[in-house]
Every structure is written in C-alpha cells, then in structure tokens.
T-cell receptor, first 114, second 111 residues
C-alpha cells in the first residue's frame, strides 16, 4: 500500500507564474489536508477536502490560492501569480476519519519562487 | 483559539540517555493528539496517536502521555540513539480534523 504521494517534489517558479501541486492520498483515504511550512516557521493548516467538497478552507490565503479534490485523480493545490513569500514546503496528508483521524503525510513539495 | 507550545525548542543529549519532550495546548477540547518526527528536508512520520479518551500510547522505545485537564502531552524516548536525531512535532485536532502544530523540538543525540 503506497503512502501519500506528492509531486513534484521540488518546483521552481518565477514571480507571476502559476504553481500546481499534486497529492494522491493513501489507498482507501477520502480525506485530504494541505499544510504549509514557511522557512523557520511551524506547519500551518491550509485546507481540508473530501472528494468533490471543500470542508474547511479557514487557513487558505484569500487570494491566489485554490484547492480541489475531484472525483477522479489527485488533489490539486493551485497558486496563481506566485510571489517570493509563497516559497515554502507544502505538505499533503490523508486520512479515513476512522482510527480517530490519524493523518499520514506525504514527502512534501518544496516551492521556490525566484 | 487552540495554541500548541513545545518546550524545549532544541535539545542535545549523549547517546543512551532517556529524555522527555513536552507539548502543551490551550484548549482541552481535543479529539486526538499526534506526535510526529520530521527529518531535515523530509516529510512527517507519524509516531504515536493518543485518542482523547486515552492516557498514553507506547511504541517500542517511545511512550506518549496525554493529560487533557492540564493541557499537556509528553513524549518519552528511552535509551536514545543517534538515529533519533530529528525534529519532533506534536499536533492536536478538534473534531473538524485539522491539525494544530507546535513549533517542534529539534533533538540531537550525540554518539
């Protein structure tokens, strides 16, 4: 059973470009969470999705950021018109909501904005 | 608003020592508490999850306890090894699912 998969592992973008980060949850998991780790800061929650639904987006910046988890395919975190302050490690986690919602994390995508 | 604090921020110990990492939280209405390990440049590995109704969990040389009334959790590492060197994160969740993380304790175990 493969773990949570994220790609790309490293992404370099120039200011103003778009970044698309992908997350494939563990098999059998239908709940996906995105977290961001800024340099020298802790992990912060961004958004919680189930298939085709956004459950909690209280941690998402109001502009330029969006997330989806379609019926088929991976969850996508999309950042439009990236700025240098978006440089961070973005982690995806998945769970089943059973087992007291233990979350399993992917290896992360490290975004660098030039 | 839930806040999670970890003390100390960094810890250096000689190999073989037993050690305790501390985690405190402000809101006792938690659903579970998870301890994670993060190696430099890597993702998070789940170590232990304590349900809100439980007091402790054990896995190998690791033991985590939870005291909701005082808003504290501890991670005990027995007979530390150089391979235990990493950053240890605690996180709790309410029933909404999202995890609130502490800043982490960076552990160095010297051979």
């Amino acid at each position: 059973n493969a773990g949570v998969m994220q790609n790309p592992r490293h992404l370099v973008r120039r200011r103003g470009q778009e970044a698309r980060l992908r997350c494939s949850p563990m098999k059998g998991h239908s709940h996906v969470y995105w977290y961001r780790q800024l340099p020298e800061e802790g992990l912060k929650f961004m958004v919680y999705l189930q298939k085709e639904n956004i459950i909690d987006e209280s941690g998402m910046p109001k502009e330029r950021f969006s997330a989806e988890f379609p019926k088929e395919g991976p969850s996508i975190l999309r950042i439009q018109q990236v700025v240098r302050g978006d440089s961070a490690a973005y982690f995806c986690a998945s769970s089943t909501l059973a087992d007291y919602n233990e979350q399993f994390f992917g290896p992360g995508t490290r975004l660098t904005v030039l | 608003k839930q806040e999670v604090t970890q003390i100390p921020a960094a810890l250096s110990v000689p190999e073989g020592e037993n050690l305790v990492l501390n985690c405190s939280f402000t809101d006792s209405a938690i659903y579970n508490l998870q301890w994670f390990r993060q190696d430099p440049g890597k993702g998070l590995t789940s170590l232990l999850l304590i349900q809100s109704s439980q007091r402790e969990q054990t896995s190998g040389r690791l033991n985590a306890s939870l005291d909701k009334s005082s808003g504290r959790s501890t991670l005990y590492i027995a007979a530390s090894q150089p391979g235990d060197s990493a950053t240890y994160l605690c996180a709790n969740s309410g029933n909404t699912g999202k995890l609130i993380f502490g800043q982490g304790t960076t552990l160095q175990v010297k051979p």
